[in-house]
């Protein structure tokens, strides 16, 4: 099993950056796929989450309406689309798959990716 996380990098506040996700080792279509982040020092959280074909999405409260998750079952990919970055967003990001049905809870998580980091400048 693999999830291998990319996009990640600097930008100023206000910018967009989107991040992917390859998926491999695993029947990607019946599992629910999830973003979430770290930033130093502090617990990892729940940032969005798709179901398994994608009809429904689930964010937290402070990304909602600035990040869209996506995932493309044909390519095995999902994707984390951010606009609007605020430097509080900075954090190491991670995908993470899911069998289960919660999916803000980090322990709940069947499979886990390397993070990607992202810094955003003020």
């Known amino acids: 099993v693999q999830l291998q996380a990319s996009g990640g990098g600097l930008v100023q506040a206000g910018g967009s950056l989107r991040l992917s996700c390859a998926a491999s080792?695993?029947?990607?279509?019946?599992?629910?796929m999830v973003w979430f982040r770290q930033a130093p020092g502090k617990e990892r959280d729940f940032v969005a989450g798709?179901?398994?074909?994608?009809?429904?999405?689930y964010y937290s409260d402070s990304v909602k309406g600035r990040f869209t998750i996506s995932r493309d079952n044909a390519k095995n990919m999902v994707y984390l689309q951010m606009n609007t970055l605020k430097p509080e967003d900075t954090a190491v990001y991670y995908c993470?798959?899911?069998?289960?049905?919660?999916?803000?809870?980090?322990?709940?998580?069947?499979?886990w990716g390397k993070g990607t980091q992202v810094t955003v400048s003020s």
């Open positions: 993470a798959a899911t069998a289960g049905s919660r999916l803000s809870e980090s322990n709940g998580m069947n499979y």
């Open positions: 080792g695993f029947t990607f279509r019946a599992y629910r």
């Open positions: 798709i179901s398994e074909v994608g009809a429904t999405t």
